[in-house]
């Protein structure tokens, strides 16, 4: 079986390492690296679920442009190139979404909105696959739901101390600090940590 090459457009690291672990390195060359243009911003007035699909088509858009740059340059283009985008729902507002935290004051507003209640995290997964000089597209949007216990004074002092809400959406990560205070309650972990399950599973069939 002749090598793939996989690039991951993505700078979450949470992402990288969980996927590194999935694949063959015998097999498939794996790279990943943020988008280099500037990230569109959720969309007020829509569902959240919406703009996970809008911000994600840019982010396909942007990553078409960029391949093509690499190709006049005469770099070495890849076989797949996967993207996603995660947001996570105000259980208060199904219209307003809740990205990363800017600093550790917003991350607390966040965790403060959360605290106590159920929410939906929202992640999108795009698949562009090369196809000469084209590349197929394969998307989805999907959801889970996670419940976060009632957080004591010393509990968000402690999750803000940690710092593990830097880069996460809605300001914590399952998989780390907060994995021991909240639950996965319909929906994947994979979709949490921002894979829409359905595209992974299908470029795992590719590779």
Wanted: proline share 2%.
């Amino acid at each position: 079986m002749s090598r793939c090459k996989l690039h991951l457009a993505s700078a979450s690291s949470r992402r990288y390492e969980w996927l590194k672990t999935r694949i063959d390195a015998e097999f498939v060359d794996f790279s990943a690296a943020g988008l280099r243009s500037e990230e569109e911003l959720p969309q007020s007035g829509l569902d959240v679920r919406t703009q996970v699909q809008k911000i994600l088509a840019s982010k396909v858009e942007a990553a078409k442009i960029e391949m093509a740059i690499q190709e006049i340059g005469e770099i070495e283009i890849p076989d797949f190139v996967l993207l996603a985008d995660t947001l996570v729902e105000d259980p208060d507002d199904l219209q307003q979404s809740l990205g990363q935290p800017s600093d550790r004051a917003s991350a607390a507003g966040m965790l403060m909105r959360l605290s106590g209640r159920r929410h939906n995290v929202w992640s999108g997964t795009s698949l562009l696959i090369r196809k000469g000089n084209s590349w197929e597209e394969k998307s989805s949007v999907e959801h889970a739901t996670v419940e976060i216990n009632h957080l004591t004074d010393n509990q968000f002092g402690d999750l803000l101390d940690s710092k593990s809400w830097l880069g996460k959406a809605g300001a914590y990560d399952l998989a780390g600090e907060m994995g021991d205070y909240a639950s996965l309650i319909h929906g994947s972990e994979e979709c949490v940590l921002g894979f829409a399950p359905s595209i992974i599973e299908e470029l795992l069939q590719l590779l």
